[in-house]
């Protein structure tokens, strides 16, 4: 499997998938490819529009969005590599299973195909969506996801505690989660920050740190370049 995490598609200050450019040219390097795009966890704007954005972010590929097929499936034959986009997790994985994508995408990508995914789209190559940090806007008929990778993946990772807040803070609610999972480690994916996965090595690559949560240990930064391969 060759496999590009991101945990944004824009960072301050460039354009869409912009900064992730060298994670893409090591994941898809030679041009003309076809990438079925799942745009379904879009909410507030329409799928057209995140095809074209997409498209515009992956100049030099030809990217077809699977909602324009009568069969979703269909897209995931004529495509060369596929790619899931951000937006809601909870609506990506009730469309994934509504369509019948989640076990059709999974065969594809262990049988060879290359996958993309940011932000939602990267949560959902973990076992299951409840590191997201999405509002559950719609009930999905299971939390399992794609299940591509061990560790569960928090996109958007953020250490910030904000004067007079009084609930907890990202990394307090990633610490439940493990405590209660005690077998499935999270790794807390800053802003510019990318797993690249290729067979059984995992690499963090990008230009921030990802914070690492694993059972019986405390929080770790990993800075980019970092071998993450033991929780593959």
Same mark, same amino acid.
């Given at each position: 499997?060759?496999?590009?995490?991101?945990?944004?598609?824009?960072?301050?200050?460039?354009?869409?998938?912009?900064?992730? %450019?060298?994670?893409? %040219?090591?994941?898809?390097?030679?041009?003309? @490819?076809?990438?079925?795009?799942?745009?379904? !966890?879009?909410?507030?704007?329409?799928?057209?529009?995140?095809?074209?954005?997409?498209?515009?972010?992956?100049?030099?590929?030809?990217?077809?969005?699977?909602?324009?097929?009568?069969?979703?499936?269909?897209?995931?034959?004529?495509?060369?590599?596929?790619?899931?986009?951000?937006?809601?997790?909870? @609506?990506?994985? /009730?469309?994934?299973?509504?369509? $019948?994508?989640?076990?059709?995408?999974?065969? #594809?990508?262990?049988?060879?195909?290359?996958?993309?995914?940011?932000?939602?789209? !990267?949560?959902?190559?973990?076992?299951?969506?409840?590191?997201?940090?999405?509002?559950?806007?719609?009930?999905? %008929?299971?939390?399992?996801?794609?299940?591509?990778?061990?560790?569960?993946?928090?996109?958007?990772?953020?250490?910030? /505690?904000?004067? $007079?807040?009084?609930?907890?803070?990202?990394?307090? #609610?990633?610490?439940?989660?493990?405590?209660?999972?005690?077998?499935?480690?999270?790794?807390?994916?800053?802003?510019?920050?990318?797993?690249?996965?290729?067979?059984?090595?995992?690499?963090? $690559?990008?230009?921030?740190?990802?914070?690492?949560?694993?059972?019986?240990?405390?929080? @770790?930064?990993?800075?980019?370049?970092?071998?993450?391969?033991?929780?593959?």
């Amino acid at each position: 499997m060759r496999l590009l995490l991101l945990s944004t598609s824009r960072t301050h200050g460039t354009g869409y998938l912009e900064h992730a %450019a060298p994670g893409l %040219a090591w994941w898809l390097p030679e041009d003309g @490819k076809r990438i079925a795009f799942v745009p379904y !966890a879009a909410v507030r704007f329409d799928y057209d529009a995140y095809e074209a954005m997409v498209q515009g972010g992956l100049e030099g590929h030809e990217v077809m969005g699977v909602h324009r097929f009568d069969d979703p499936l269909a897209a995931l034959d004529e495509a060369d590599a596929v790619a899931i986009g951000g937006g809601n997790t909870f @609506k990506l994985v /009730h469309d994934l299973r509504h369509f $019948g994508l989640m076990e059709a995408i999974r065969e #594809r990508v262990h049988g060879g195909r290359p996958f993309l995914g940011w932000s939602a789209g !990267a949560n959902v190559a973990a076992p299951r969506l409840c590191t997201t940090n999405d509002m559950p806007i719609i009930e999905p %008929a299971s939390f399992r996801t794609l299940g591509l990778i061990r560790p569960q993946i928090n996109p958007h990772f953020l250490d910030a /505690h904000p004067d $007079g807040h009084m609930g907890e803070t990202r990394e307090e #609610r990633l610490q439940e989660f493990v405590l209660l999972n005690p077998d499935v480690p999270v790794i807390g994916l800053r802003e510019g920050a990318w797993l690249e996965v290729e067979g059984e090595r995992m690499t963090l $690559g990008g230009v921030r740190s990802a914070r690492v949560f694993e059972p019986g240990r405390d929080p @770790k930064d990993m800075d980019p370049g970092a071998d993450l391969s033991h929780l593959r």
